[in-house]
C-alpha cells in the first residue's frame, strides 16, 4: 500500500475496472428494489468539457450513489442533445463537415467524461443527432400533425440578419441574438408551429402540485401569463364594422378617450388596400406600419422607450358606455398578436397610455379614484352626508424647506390650508384663495398641479356631518415672506405651523390623504392605476371598481382569458437538425413523410452552408431527387429543420429505452421509470427546455403515448461557477477554468469534491473558482488517506452492514455518537442537494479521527461508504487496501441509531461573584447564550441578582457560569 496518496496511481484503474465490471449499468427491474430515475440535462457536445459540465454531472453523481447504496435501482444516463448551430458554424467558417465535427466532439468529450468517474450507465447513451433518434423525433412530430397540434402558417418572426435564422422570443434579449449579439429584425415567413397554447391551462394549473421551487413555478407563470378581462366593441362611427379589444380594467370604460390599433391589427392592412376606406392619411400610417417593422417586440413594449403613433384619420369609433366619437390611432406599444391587437386606451389610469396621451395632447379623462376612509375620524353613523369638492395646497417655502400647515384651535388637527371648490372655479385659483385667507400668504409659485385627485370618507366635527370629498393636492412654492392679515374668523380657528417633509405623515397630519399626496409628489408617478371607486361614470358612479368591473362587462361586453404565452415556432432554416418530415405536392400541400420513409435523413450530397436566409437543404440534390423517386415528379421537400428543443422534449424518455427500433419507448419501460424523480439543470431553461418538453409530455399523454401527464416529479436549479476573479468564465478574459488540467494536477474526486463543496447546490448561486480552496480540499482528502494508513485490514470482526454492528465498545462513546451524528447529516444534506455541508461534518468527523488514538476499522469503513458518493475512487482504493473484495460502491449505505446521536446530559453550575447560587441540567454542548439566557431566567439566580448590574460574565463550556456584579 502507497503511503502516500497519490490519484494518478488509482482513478483510471478504477475507471477502468468500474467500466469492465458494468457496475453502473441499470436494469429495468431489479428484484427488492426501488427505480429511481435521476436525471440531468444532457450536454451539447461543444467539443470540449468545461467546468460548467462537471458541475452539472458530477455534483449530482454524489446523489446516484448515495442513492444506489441506499438499495435503489438507480437511473443515471448521459447522452448528448448533438443537433444545433455551433456545428453549422464550424461547417461556415472552417469548411468542416457538421456531422463529423459533432460525432468527433462526442467522442472527445466522452474520454474526458470517463475521468470525471461518474457512475453514468453508457449503455443508455442517446445522441439526437443519430437517425436512430431523430427517426422517433420525426414520428413524434408526424403525430402532433395528425391531432392538429403541428401547423404551418405565415408568421412575422424574429429574424437575425448575422445568422440569416429564425430565433425564438427566448432567444432574443434584449432586441438582439441571444447568439451572435446582433439586431434582430422582423420578417414574415411561413413556419411551423406547435400549438401550446392549447395547453396553457394545464401547463399552469398542473404547476401546483409540483415539487419545484417556487421561484422556477413563477417563472413558468409569468412566461403563462394569464390575465383574466374582457372583449369589448367599440364601432366604427359609420357602424359597418366594430373592433373588439381586450382590456383587464373593464371599469375604466368610461375613461377611454381614444381607441389604439396594433400595426398589425388585420382591418388596418385591409383598409389599408381598399380604394374606398374612408380613411384619408393612408399613405403616413403605411410608412409608420414599415418603420415599426424594425423595432422587436422587446423595444415596442419597453416601458422606457418613447412611444410613436400615427392617427388614423377619417375615422372615429364610439365608445358604448359614452356615446362619444373617439379617434383612433396606430401606435407601436400596441402588439399584434396579443388580446384582439387592439386596445381602448385609458390614459388617466394606463401609463403606456399616458404617456402616449401626453406627447400627442389626447385627453385624460379620470374615472377611478383611490379611496381612503379616515381611521380616525370615521363616518358617523347617522349623520348627514355631504359631498365636498376640495383643494389642498401644499406649500414649501423654499428657504426653509418646510411645509405650510395649520394648527387648530379647537380640535386636535395639524392640516393644510384647505377648503372647497365653488362651481366652476378654477383650483388653482381655489388653491391660491384658501392660502390668502387662511394664512395670509400671497406670492405662491404654481409647481404642479398632482396628478389624479383621491377620494376620502370621513367625519367633519366642526361641522358635524359626514363627507365625502373629492380632493386636488396642489404643489406651490412660496416665492417670498409677504403676508396680508389673515381671515380674521380664520385667526381664531388656528394658527400657522411649519412641518418638516418628515412630517408629512398621518400620524402628525390629520388628512387621510396625505400618503397619497406623498406618493404623487415623486417625481416618478404618473397616474393611479389601482382600484378605487368610480367616478363620471354614470350609472357605475360611486361603486368600487372591482363590482363595477363585473356590471359593466355585463352591460357592454364578455369575459375572456389571454394568455402572453405563444405557440412554439419550432423550424428552422438550418441544416444541423432533424428534417420535419413534410413533402409538398404539385399544389405546394404539405403530406406526411409515411413512417416506411423515416427516418427522413438529414441529407448529405453537397451542401451549401452558406447563410442565404432559405435552409441549406434547399441546396441537396439528393433530397430533391429522393422526394421526386418517392412521392412523384414536382413534389418537394419540406427545407426546414426543426428546433433543437424538440429534440430536448423527449431525449429522457429514449434512455429508457434507447435501442427500441419498434417505437421511440416501450410503454412498459417508460412505465418502470416515468415520471423523472429528480432532475437537475441550468436556470436558463426555466421557461424553454421546462416548459416545451412539460407541454410535449402533455401532448404525448393525450396521445395515449405515456402515461403521466407531468414528465419530472422534482426540479432544481443548479448555480454558476465564476473564474477566479468573480466574472463569468470566458476565454477573453482568460480566466478559464480548465477541468483536465485540474485532473491532472490534484486529482478527480479532489475536483468533484471541490465543486460539491463550491455552495449549496439546491440553490442559484454564483460562485468563484477559489485556487486554495481547491488545495484545502485536497488536503482533506490526503488526511483520510494517512488516516487509513492506521487501521488495519483484515480484523477478526465480520464489520459488513454498517456503523449499526460497529462494535460500541471498542470506539469510544463520544466517537460513535459523532459518527451517527455524521451519518444523519450527511444522508439528509445529500437527498437536499446540500453537498457542501455534508462535506462539513465529513471533515469535523476526520478531524475528531485524527485524535482518536486506535480508530476500530468498523468506524473507519463507515466513514469511508460516507465519503465514497464523493471521492469514488479513493474510497474504492482504500477500501480495496482494507481488504474488501467488492466494490464500496456496492455497499449499503450507513444508518444511523437514533440513540446513539442523543447529547450526554452535563450540570452548569451557576455563580454570583464566584458563590454557587444555583445549578441546571443541559445538553453537552450548549451554546454559552443559551446558558446565559437560562442561567437569569432561574429564581435562584433572580433573587441573588436582585436587579444588580452584571459586569461581567464568565462561562466554562459544559461546565459553569459566572456573573460578576
Ligand atoms: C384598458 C386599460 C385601462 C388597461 C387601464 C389597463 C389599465 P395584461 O394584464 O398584461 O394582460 N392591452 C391589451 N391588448 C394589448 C396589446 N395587444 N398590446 C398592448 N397592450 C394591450 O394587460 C392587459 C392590458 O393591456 C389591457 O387592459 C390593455 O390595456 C392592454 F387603466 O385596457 B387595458
Redesign the pocket.
Given at each position: 500500500m502507497q503511503d502516500k496518496y497519490d490519484h494518478k496511481d488509482i482513478e483510471q484503474k478504477w475507471q477502468k475496472k468500474w467500466q469492465e465490471d458494468g457496475i453502473y449499468e441499470t436494469k429495468d427491474k431489479v428484484d427488492g428494489k426501488k427505480n429511481f430515475y435521476n436525471l440531468f440535462e444532457f450536454p451539447y457536445p461543444s467539443g470540449n468539457l468545461h467546468i460548467g459540465h462537471w458541475y452539472a454531472f458530477a455534483v449530482p453523481d454524489i446523489f446516484a450513489r448515495m442513492k444506489r447504496m441506499q438499495g435503489f435501482n438507480v437511473l443515471f444516463p448521459i447522452g448528448f442533445d448533438a443537433f444545433g448551430l455551433p456545428a453549422e458554424r464550424a461547417a461556415i467558417k472552417r469548411g468542416l463537415d457538421p456531422k463529423k465535427w459533432t460525432y468527433e466532439n462526442i467522442a472527445h468529450m466522452e474520454e474526458q467524461l470517463a475521468s470525471m468517474g461518474g457512475s453514468f450507465d453508457w449503455s443508455r447513451k442517446v445522441v439526437t443527432a443519430d437517425p436512430e433518434y431523430y427517426k422517433w423525433t420525426q414520428w413524434l412530430f408526424l403525430q402532433f400533425y395528425k391531432k392538429g397540434l403541428a401547423y404551418k402558417k405565415k408568421a412575422s418572426v424574429n429574424w437575425c440578419p448575422e445568422d440569416q435564422t429564425v430565433l425564438a422570443n427566448e432567444q432574443v434579449i434584449n432586441g438582439k441574438c441571444d447568439r451572435c449579439g446582433t439586431e434582430v429584425v422582423q420578417k414574415d415567413l411561413e413556419q411551423w408551429f406547435f400549438k401550446i397554447t392549447d395547453y396553457a391551462e394545464r401547463l399552469l394549473s398542473d404547476l401546483d402540485d409540483l415539487k419545484w421551487p417556487t421561484a422556477i413555478k413563477d417563472a413558468q407563470r409569468n412566461w403563462i401569463?394569464k390575465?383574466e378581462?374582457a372583449q369589448i366593441e367599440f364601432s366604427i362611427s359609420n357602424f359597418q364594422f366594430s373592433i373588439p379589444?381586450?382590456?383587464?380594467?373593464a371599469d375604466?370604460l368610461y375613461?377611454?378617450t381614444y381607441l389604439v390599433l396594433?400595426p398589425e391589427h388585420p382591418w388596418l392592412t385591409q383598409e389599408i388596400l381598399n380604394p374606398k376606406s374612408e380613411i384619408t392619411n393612408k399613405s403616413e400610417i403605411k410608412n409608420y406600419i414599415e418603420e415599426v417593422k424594425k423595432k422587436t417586440e422587446i423595444e415596442r413594449?419597453d416601458a422606457k422607450k418613447e412611444k410613436t403613433g400615427v392617427e388614423i384619420k377619417g375615422i372615429k369609433v364610439i365608445n358604448p358606455a359614452t356615446g362619444e366619437k373617439i379617434p383612433v390611432w396606430v401606435a407601436d406599444?400596441?402588439?399584434?398578436?396579443?388580446?384582439?391587437?387592439?386596445?381602448?386606451?385609458?390614459p388617466?389610469?394606463?401609463e403606456?397610455?399616458f404617456q402616449f396621451a401626453k406627447k400627442y395632447d389626447l385627453e385624460v379623462r379620470e374615472v377611478?379614484l383611490p379611496n381612503i376612509v379616515d381611521k380616525r375620524n370615521p363616518p358617523v353613523e347617522g349623520k348627514k352626508i355631504v359631498p365636498r369638492v376640495n383643494v389642498h395646497p401644499i406649500v414649501l417655502n423654499p428657504r426653509t424647506g418646510k411645509y405650510l400647515a395649520l394648527k387648530w384651535k379647537l380640535f386636535d388637527w395639524t392640516t393644510f390650508p384647505m377648503g372647497g371648490v365653488e362651481d366652476g372655479e378654477d383650483v388653482v385659483e381655489a388653491a391660491r384663495r384658501e392660502v390668502r385667507s387662511e394664512t395670509g400668504f400671497t406670492n405662491l409659485k404654481l409647481i404642479k398641479v398632482l396628478n389624479g385627485r383621491v377620494r376620502a370618507e370621513y367625519f367633519a366635527a366642526h361641522k358635524d356631518q359626514n363627507r365625502i370629498s373629492y380632493t386636488t393636492g396642489i404643489l406651490f412654492e412660496l416665492e417670498d415672506d409677504n403676508q396680508i392679515a389673515q381671515n380674521l374668523e380664520d385667526h381664531e380657528k388656528f394658527e400657522i405651523t411649519w412641518l418638516d417633509p418628515k412630517d408629512l405623515n398621518y400620524e402628525v397630519m390629520t388628512h387621510a390623504e396625505i400618503e397619497n399626496w406623498k406618493e404623487k409628489m415623486d417625481p416618478k408617478y404618473t397616474v393611479h392605476?389601482g382600484e378605487g371607486i368610480l367616478i363620471d361614470s354614470g350609472e357605475f358612479s360611486e361603486i368600487d371598481s372591482e363590482e363595477a368591473r363585473e356590471k359593466i362587462i355585463e352591460k357592454f361586453g364578455k369575459k375572456v382569458t389571454?394568455y402572453?404565452l405563444r405557440d412554439w415556432l419550432l423550424s428552422r432554416q438550418r441544416y444541423w437538425g432533424a428534417p420535419i418530415p413534410v413533402v409538398y405536392d404539385r399544389d405546394g400541400k404539405p403530406h406526411s413523410i409515411p413512417d416506411e420513409h423515416l427516418p427522413w435523413v438529414l441529407p448529405e450530397d453537397d451542401i451549401d452552408f452558406t447563410p442565404k436566409g432559405t435552409s441549406p437543404l434547399g441546396s441537396s440534390k439528393e433530397l430533391k431527387e429522393r422526394t421526386e423517386k418517392i412521392f412523384g415528379l414536382g413534389w418537394t421537400p419540406e427545407y426546414d429543420t426543426m428546433d433543437t428543443f424538440v429534440d430536448s422534449s423527449w431525449y429522457f424518455l429514449r434512455y429508457t429505452d434507447p435501442k427500441n427500433e419498434k417505437e421511440f419507448a416501450s410503454i412498459e419501460k417508460m412505465d418502470a421509470w416515468l415520471p423523472v424523480q429528480k432532475y437537475s439543470g441550468g436556470a436558463e431553461h426555466t421557461t424553454m427546455h421546462l416548459l416545451y418538453s412539460r407541454f410535449f409530455h402533455k401532448a404525448l399523454f393525450d396521445l395515449g403515448l405515456v402515461k403521466d401527464p407531468e414528465p419530472y416529479i422534482e426540479r432544481m436549479n443548479r448555480g454558476l461557477i465564476l473564474g477566479p476573479d468573480g466574472q463569468k468564465m470566458s476565454k477573453s478574459k482568460g480566466n478559464v477554468i480548465d477541468p483536465d488540467g485540474e485532473v491532472e494536477r490534484v486529482g478527480a474526486d479532489t475536483v468533484r469534491m471541490y465543486l460539491a463543496f463550491i455552495g449549496p447546490y439546491n440553490e442559484v448561486g454564483q460562485y468563484p473558482w477559489d485556487v486554495g480552496g481547491i488545495v484545502g480540499t485536497r488536503r482533506f482528502l490526503e488526511r483520510v488517506w494517512k488516516i487509513s494508513m492506521n487501521i488495519t485490514p483484515f480484523p477478526p470482526l465480520n464489520l459488513r452492514g454498517g456503523a449499526e454492528q460497529s462494535e460500541a465498545g471498542v470506539i469510544g462513546s463520544k466517537l460513535e455518537n459523532l459518527l451517527h451524528k455524521t451519518i444523519k447529516k450527511v444522508t439528509e444534506d445529500i437527498l437536499a442537494f446540500k453537498f457542501n455541508t455534508a462535506i462539513s461534518a465529513m471533515m469535523i468527523f476526520a478531524n475528531e479521527l485524527e485524535h482518536t488514538p486506535e480508530v476500530s476499522k468498523g468506524t473507519f469503513d463507515t466513514f469511508l461508504k460516507l465519503l465514497a458518493p464523493f471521492a469514488p475512487h479513493m474510497t474504492e482504493e482504500i477500501w480495496a487496501n482494507l481488504g474488501h473484495k467488492d466494490s464500496i460502491h456496492l455497499e449499503e449505505w450507513p444508518k444511523f441509531d437514533e440513540n446513539k446521536i442523543k447529547d450526554e446530559k452535563v450540570t452548569i453550575v451557576v455563580q454570583i461573584n464566584s458563590k454557587v447560587r444555583a445549578q441546571f441540567e443541559a445538553d453537552s454542548g450548549i451554546s454559552e447564550k443559551e446558558v446565559k439566557e437560562k442561567a437569569l431566567s432561574l429564581p435562584e439566580t433572580q433573587k441573588w441578582l436582585n436587579d444588580k448590574e452584571i459586569k461581567k460574565a464568565v462561562y466554562i463550556p459544559n461546565k459553569l457560569i459566572n456573573f460578576v456584579v
Open positions: 401569463g390575465s378581462g379589444v381586450f382590456t383587464t380594467r375604466t375613461g377611454a396594433a413594449t406599444y400596441v402588439l399584434g398578436n396579443y388580446g384582439t391587437g387592439a386596445v381602448m386606451a385609458v388617466a389610469h394606463d403606456r397610455d377611478v392605476t389571454k402572453k
